[in-house]
């Protein structure tokens, strides 16, 4: 190593120490003045010699990037959402699902909901490779030339770290400058922010990075995921986490149980407004990483942890209007038109009145003084009415009978709230509807056509249904005619309908909007069944035995290969090429070693680790089931396995195998 760069190399860590001194430990062991002729000195050599640049280096921190488009990438780990709990009732309901999983003590540990926008960071070899924001929980931006202006990320790791790993944080903007900034575009005649959360989010997806470095942004990280994170516990990540550099929230909390849970969700639902940055909620999970290996996931969620939200500000404001919106299932949702209010930094106008059993429920009337609150902090819902103010002439709310958009008489199905309008061949916002969760990003990942451009076709009746899309080729002058079709952009639409034809089952069949079937189940579904005619005869009693398809989904599926208009619509999509099989090619690594084979997978294995054994499993045919029955073909039992899943094995002799016992099955 030269003496240039060995210098480099001194002046870095130096730097990074006494960032780590400042921004993480709060403890300060220079001057401002000393830091600032450290890092000009660290320039001067950068500029003098560029061969040594290093994406990592603390003068990275200042920006100067500029992205014109942030480019979408795939999480190694998937992102998922947290269930929410809005009353101790939930909270409640959550500790009595777990337990019917894990039946052994159980701890929590209880973190505040920092309120800002989700990021997932990558290091490898100790490095910041890149950062992600949440995006869909499949995919997100890459924001990595924002997120290394933010002095709280690490750019490099202390001590011993995995050699690659994901943590994931929220980017918050702390209040306090928060109130600065928006009190100095007041005396500037600026517009004010909304809410931190807002303008966290925002500063992120900001395309020079320069202006990003000038925003007092700050990442608060909370879990580390990845192989080789060598910690049991939830509560040793958090320490593991700082001790390698990351900023972690210090108020967290170790809870025996659902009473000391609460006792600190009361505590905090007070103090939070005393805090540096917004919170919302309480997050509680189960300490154990153990046993949040073994709760595992629903199709959205963890199951090892939820998010206690607090009580969301309210407001008063008149009920003008009741209108009523159809969604592509043929959902009739009631809207209430109001009287503009600001709420939680938004003006809202128009909230969700859900269903007729809710408006029966709080007796809403046109011309009442309802209460107004935004559900989960995002979405504005009427949560009361003030009768105190209700004029002597109100009339109650007559639920519609009839479809707002094609006149069709309402339907109600057994045990669900909700109205459904039948039409569903000829509402005109079905139909749209349809056609745009067809071409969305998560399924046929059509370019060039927006919800405008669908209707515009779909009144030119060039498009009746999706199936319609693989002929506008032919129609080709007839779009051009329309307003604001100009040749090039007929062109790339054309053409991404037709590049659509090579998206895998998979996103098809999500693609054709089943009820009740997204995009997880679309895949257990396509990687079950392998072809549309397979699933297309399946029974319900077929449907119902695979592993997270219950009831529902399963009598969803039937009665919509059962509707003979459907059976058409597929049959045109087949004959314009789209996959409706999963090619051998990519199945080529799939047995039938463990064919219709359960496994529960307990303790800690040497050979595989979880993920890896459960890839296994379904590679070879088998499904993981989360707990042990009479249905479970066997369990794989690893270190650490709890006494009660034993026990429970030998109760109804269940054969217990070891990781060896697992990996000469396979092979």
């Known amino acids: 190593m030269s003496t240039v760069e060995q210098n480099l190399k001194i002046l870095r860590e130096e730097l990074h120490q006494h960032n780590y001194n400042y921004y993480i430990?709060?403890?300060?062991?220079?001057?401002?003045?000393?830091?600032?002729?450290?890092?000009?000195?660290?320039?001067?050599?950068?500029?003098?010699?560029?061969?040594?640049?290093?994406?990592?280096?603390?003068?990275?921190?200042?920006?100067?990037?500029?992205?014109?488009?942030?480019?979408?990438?795939?999480?190694?780990?998937?992102?998922?959402?947290l269930d929410n709990a809005y009353s101790y009732e939930e909270l409640a309901d959550f500790e009595t699902r777990v337990r019917k999983i894990i039946e052994d003590d159980i701890e929590f540990v209880c973190e505040l909901k920092y309120d800002g926008a989700s990021i997932s960071i990558t290091y490898k070899n100790g490095k910041l490779l890149r950062a992600v924001t949440r995006g869909d929980g499949f995919q997100g931006d890459d924001v990595t030339t924002n997120i290394r202006t933010i002095k709280s990320v690490p750019l490099e790791l202390r001590g011993n770290f995995p050699d690659e790993f994901d943590i994931r944080g929220e980017i918050v903007f702390p209040t306090k400058?928060?109130?600065?900034?928006?009190?100095?575009?007041?005396?500037?005649?600026?517009?004010?922010?909304?809410?931190?959360?807002?303008?966290?989010?925002?500063?992120?997806?900001?395309?020079?990075?320069?202006?990003?470095?000038?925003?007092?942004?700050?990442?608060?990280?909370?879990?580390?995921?990845?192989?080789?994170?060598?910690?049991?516990?939830?509560?040793?990540?958090?320490?593991?986490?700082?001790?390698?550099?990351?900023?972690?929230?210090?108020?967290?909390?170790?809870?025996?149980?659902?009473?000391?849970v609460i006792k600190f969700i009361?505590?905090?639902?007070?103090?939070?407004?005393?805090?540096?940055?917004?919170?919302?909620?309480?997050?509680?999970?189960?300490?154990?990483?153990?046993?949040?290996?073994?709760?595992?996931?629903?199709?959205?969620?963890?199951?090892?942890?939820?998010?206690?939200?607090?009580?969301?500000?309210?407001?008063?404001?008149?009920?003008?209007?009741?209108?009523?919106?159809?969604g592509r299932t043929g959902a009739v949702t009631p809207v209430a038109n109001?009287?503009?209010?600001?709420?939680?930094?938004?003006?809202?106008?128009?909230?969700?009145?859900?269903?007729?059993?809710?408006?029966?429920?709080?007796?809403?009337?046109?011309?009442?003084?309802?209460?107004?609150?935004?559900?989960?902090?995002?979405?504005?819902?009427?949560?009361?009415?003030?009768l105190s103010k209700r004029t002597e002439d109100s009339v109650a709310t007559e639920y519609i009978k009839n479809c707002p958009e094609c006149?069709?008489?309402?339907?109600?199905?057994?045990?669900?709230?909700?109205?459904?309008?039948?039409?569903?061949?000829?509402?005109?916002?079905?139909?749209?509807?349809?056609?745009?969760?067809?071409?969305?990003?998560?399924?046929?990942?059509?370019?060039?056509?927006?919800?405008?451009?669908?209707?515009?076709?779909?009144?030119?009746?060039?498009?009746?249904?999706?199936?319609?899309?693989?002929?506008?080729?032919?129609?080709?002058a007839n779009i051009l005619i329309l307003e604001r079709m100009a040749q090039k952009s007929v062109n790339n639409m054309l053409a991404s309908i037709e590049e659509s034809k090579n998206q895998p089952f998979e996103k098809v069949l999500f693609a054709l909007g089943i009820r009740h079937v997204g995009e997880t189940v679309a895949k257990k579904l396509a990687n079950y069944f392998k072809s549309l005619s397979s699933l297309e005869n399946a029974t319900f009693e077929e449907l119902i035995e695979i592993d997270e398809i219950g009831e529902i989904i399963a009598k969803s599926v039937v009665e919509y290969f059962s509707d003979l208009s459907n059976i058409a619509i597929l049959q045109k999509l087949q004959s314009s090429g789209l996959q409706f099989i999963i090619d051998v090619t990519e199945d080529s690594n799939k047995t039938d070693l463990l064919k219709d084979k359960a496994f529960v997978v307990s303790g800690i294995f040497t050979i595989y680790n979880r993920n890896e054994i459960k890839d296994l499993i379904e590679k070879n045919g088998g499904v993981v089931k989360s707990s042990i029955s009479k249905k479970t073909d066997y369990v794989l039992a690893g270190d650490k396995m709890g006494p009660s899943k034993l026990e429970k094995a030998e109760k109804l002799s269940v054969p217990v195998i070891s990781e060896e016992d697992f990996k000469q099955m396979i092979e």
Request: charged share 30%; net charge neutral.
């Open 266 to 326: 009361e505590y905090w639902d007070v103090k939070r407004r005393d805090l540096e940055y917004e919170t919302d909620g309480v997050v509680v999970k189960i300490n154990s990483l153990h046993h949040q290996a073994e709760l595992g996931y629903t199709a959205k969620s963890p199951r090892w942890a939820i998010a206690y939200k607090f009580k969301a500000e309210t407001k008063t404001t008149l009920l003008n209007d009741i209108t009523y919106q159809v």
């Open 407 to 476: 006149g069709a008489e309402l339907v109600r199905k057994e045990n669900e709230a909700i109205h459904y309008c039948p039409n569903q061949l000829y509402c005109p916002p079905q139909i749209v509807g349809r056609i745009e969760h067809f071409i969305s990003r998560k399924a046929m990942d059509i370019d060039g056509l927006g919800r405008e451009t669908i209707e515009q076709l779909f009144r030119a009746n060039l498009i009746s249904n999706y199936s319609d899309l693989y002929t506008l080729k032919d129609q080709k």
């Open 338 to 386: 109001l009287n503009a209010v600001e709420l939680a930094g938004t003006i809202v106008k128009r909230a969700s009145l859900h269903n007729s059993d809710q408006i029966t429920k709080l007796d809403v009337r046109v011309g009442d003084y309802v209460f107004v609150e935004k559900g989960g902090e995002i979405i504005p819902k009427i949560v009361g009415v003030d």
């Open 177 to 260: 400058e928060f109130e600065q900034l928006n009190n100095n575009r007041v005396k500037e005649g600026l517009q004010t922010y909304a809410n931190p959360r807002n303008l966290a989010s925002g500063t992120l997806k900001m395309q020079d990075s320069t202006e990003v470095a000038k925003r007092p942004l700050e990442c608060l990280l909370y879990n580390m995921v990845g192989n080789n994170i060598k910690v049991e516990t939830q509560f040793d990540a958090l320490g593991n986490a700082e001790n390698l550099g990351f900023k972690v929230p210090n108020i967290s909390e170790k809870a025996k149980n659902m009473a000391e």
């Open 25 to 81: 430990l709060d403890k300060p062991e220079l001057s401002d003045f000393d830091f600032d002729m450290k890092l000009r000195e660290l320039q001067t050599i950068e500029k003098k010699n560029p061969e040594f640049f290093d994406a990592n280096s603390p003068t990275q921190r200042v920006g100067g990037g500029i992205t014109k488009k942030f480019s979408t990438v795939t999480h190694t780990n998937r992102m998922y959402s």
